[in-house]
């Protein structure tokens, strides 16, 4: 497949959700029948059995693109042991096929009564699945110490798919995916994993939603094919790569600052998902039990850390201005509004927040956010004056029958913007560019907001 047609087919996968959902936000899901009969779990449920301590070894799961030869050989032959299990045991629950529709059955659309995105569900949920598919994986392998491997996408030297995946880059690789759109030697766009924004919030309400936006998101539509949609996307055996550096990424963030906690109530300590373990066995898991994973389930994450000294001493974002929504698309910052915003250029951290935003629904798709007109149309990213950043959208389905709520809030970094901003004196609106247009008359839509805050980071 050459690059025209990677893109043709990336252009027919991409649909569109809202990136940065909120983790309180829960979604508008239509149930479809059909859908939960096939993604539903295999045998009984209804009586499970409560997790216990894991008594392993610790052992480090590691960046994909360093595995030594023998590692790859051991990755591979898990996953076509799994997938081996659909045609000798098509009962058996840990087998690759029922390994994916446990994503999908939880993607709200397939009859089970949790969603797994776009709630406080999302980090935890998706944790103590990788864990419970890890150890599957050893098992079949007869290797407990056996830990999945990493795509550390936001690391600069590891921004092409790892090798073991691609290569060969046909159906006798088990880590193969024929929908893909990308292939050996393609690199994500510089734009897609970028997780700086998520890892300066200070609280989970909003490092989870900001997380699961555009670094997690962005790289779902970069991937395309399968990944593009949450009730399919666990069939890219790249999946699994993808959300243990998502995993990894909580992990940092939770290690960056000791103010930088999982939620403390009752209720979400106390929320269960259900998994089949290595022994067949339906087991539920609490949030309490995969906060701490090193100490209970046994991982850590060796490689790269990534640390961003410059947010690691702010505490809170303070807000600075509320600017003037017009209308739900026209937005006017003030004579007083500029007056405190001019202090602050090159002297403080600073973030615009657009609350509320009606992103567009009808596609899987990554938008780059303007907020001129003629900088949209232009679509340079960001080498232009007024582009604020990636906004990605996943939907459910690809027959787009399951509709989500819309963020809460999406967040951008201002450096290097602010005094642009400040200068508008004249209305303006944000602008939407799918990444994939080519300027310099890309079609722009308008993003809706109900309101537009500037904040300051504030110092300890």
Not at 4 to 22: P, Q, V
Not at 270 to 280: V, Y
Not at 435 to 455: H, W
């Amino acid at each position: 497949m050459d690059r025209t047609d990677k893109e043709e087919s990336r252009r027919h996968f991409l649909k569109a959700i809202g990136a940065d959902a909120a983790a309180l936000l829960l979604p508008v899901a239509l149930v479809r029948p059909a859908f939960g009969q096939v993604c539903a779990p295999p045998g009984n449920t209804s009586n499970p059995t409560p997790w216990v301590r894991d008594c392993r070894s610790i052992q480090a799961r590691r960046p994909a693109s360093t595995l030594t030869g023998s590692e790859i050989t051991k990755l591979k032959a898990a996953y076509k042991a799994m997938r081996d299990l659909a045609t000798s045991d098509p009962a058996d629950p840990r087998g690759f096929l029922h390994q994916t529709h446990i994503h999908c059955h939880n993607c709200g659309g397939g009859g089970s009564t949790i969603q797994v995105h776009f709630g406080d569900r999302f980090l935890p949920w998706h944790r103590a699945y990788l864990y419970f598919h890890e150890k599957i994986l050893g098992t079949l392998i007869g290797d407990m110490n056996f830990r999945l491997p990493y795509w550390d996408w936001e690391n600069p030297a590891h921004r092409t798919m790892p090798s073991a995946y691609t290569s060969p880059n046909n159906s006798t690789n088990p880590l193969f995916n024929s929908p893909r759109s990308m292939g050996p030697g393609d690199t994500l766009d510089p734009t897609d994993g970028q997780p700086a924004t998520a890892l300066s919030e200070t609280n989970f309400a909003d490092f989870s939603p900001e997380l699961e936006g555009s670094p997690h998101g962005s790289i779902h539509n970069a991937v395309g094919g399968d990944m593009s949609f949450f009730d399919t996307a666990a069939k890219d055996p790249i999946f699994y790569a993808h959300h243990a550096n998502v995993d990894k990424l909580w992990s940092d963030w939770t290690k960056a600052d000791a103010s930088h906690t999982a939620p403390t109530t009752a209720a979400w300590l106390n929320q269960t998902q259900g998994f089949f373990d290595e022994n067949k066995k339906w087991r539920t898991i609490r949030n309490a039990d995969v906060v701490d994973h090193e100490a209970k389930l046994r991982y850590i994450y060796a490689g790269r850390t990534w640390e961003y000294i410059t947010w690691l001493c702010l505490r809170d974002w303070v807000l600075v201005d509320r600017l003037q929504v017009l209308d739900a698309s026209r937005i006017q910052l003030t004579q007083a509004g500029r007056q405190k915003l001019l202090p602050m250029i090159g002297k403080s951290e600073t973030r615009l927040r657009l609350i509320s935003p009606q992103l567009p629904q009808n596609r899987s798709a990554s938008y780059f956010l303007y907020y001129d007109e003629r900088d949209a149309k232009a679509n340079r990213g960001p080498e232009s004056p007024s582009y604020l950043g990636l906004v990605s959208v996943v939907l459910m389905s690809k027959d787009g029958s399951q509709k989500m709520g819309q963020p809460r809030k999406l967040d951008f970094d201002l450096k290097g913007k602010l005094k642009g901003l400040a200068d508008r004196s004249a209305e303006f609106s944000f602008f939407l560019v799918e990444k994939t247009q080519k300027g310099p008359n890309a079609a722009v839509s308008k993003l809706p907001v109900r309101g537009v805050e500037i904040l300051r980071g504030q110092e300890a």
